[in-house]
């Protein structure tokens, strides 16, 4: 019973407690702004490797660029023709958009 008296007059003192407020001339401001911001990413894209090959009665012809590879010779008359795509990664760039919620408070 007497810990029970002595934790009940705890309570009571603690319960009475006032919490301090902010006085008149104190003021509080609270900023807020977003800011955007577009960050440049790089990206690969794959290419696939393809082989195509077609034969045909024509002149000898050669292809080339960065993605593929041509070639044709002429056997017995048939001009035999291999299409083969390089396996190449080519970066590209993006615009990412990110934004950012800031806040910001002061006490006057």
Same mark, same amino acid.
């Given at each position: 019973?007497?810990?029970?008296?002595?934790?009940?007059?705890?309570?009571?003192?603690?319960?009475?407690v006032?919490?301090? @407020?902010a006085? +008149?001339?104190?003021?509080?401001?609270?900023e807020?702004?977003?800011e955007?911001? #577009? +960050?440049?990413?790089?990206? #690969?894209?794959?290419?696939p /490797?393809?082989?195509?090959?077609?034969v045909?009665k024509?002149t %000898? &012809? %050669?292809?080339?660029?960065?993605?593929?590879?041509?070639a044709?010779?002429?056997?017995?008359?048939?001009?035999?023709? &291999?299409?083969?795509?390089?396996?190449? +990664?080519?970066?590209?760039?993006? +615009?990412t958009?990110? /934004? #950012?919620?800031l @806040?910001?408070?002061?006490r006057?």
């Amino acid at each position: 019973m007497k810990n029970f008296t002595l934790l009940l007059i705890s309570v009571l003192c603690v319960a009475c407690v006032t919490t301090r @407020q902010a006085a +008149q001339s104190e003021k509080i401001i609270t900023e807020t702004r977003i800011e955007t911001v #577009y +960050q440049t990413d790089t990206v #690969y894209l794959e290419v696939p /490797q393809i082989v195509e090959k077609v034969v045909t009665k024509d002149t %000898v &012809s %050669v292809l080339e660029n960065e993605f593929a590879k041509s070639a044709a010779s002429v056997s017995d008359g048939l001009l035999a023709h &291999s299409l083969e795509t390089k396996p190449v +990664q080519k970066p590209m760039e993006v +615009q990412t958009k990110r /934004q #950012y919620n800031l @806040q910001r408070r002061c006490r006057l």
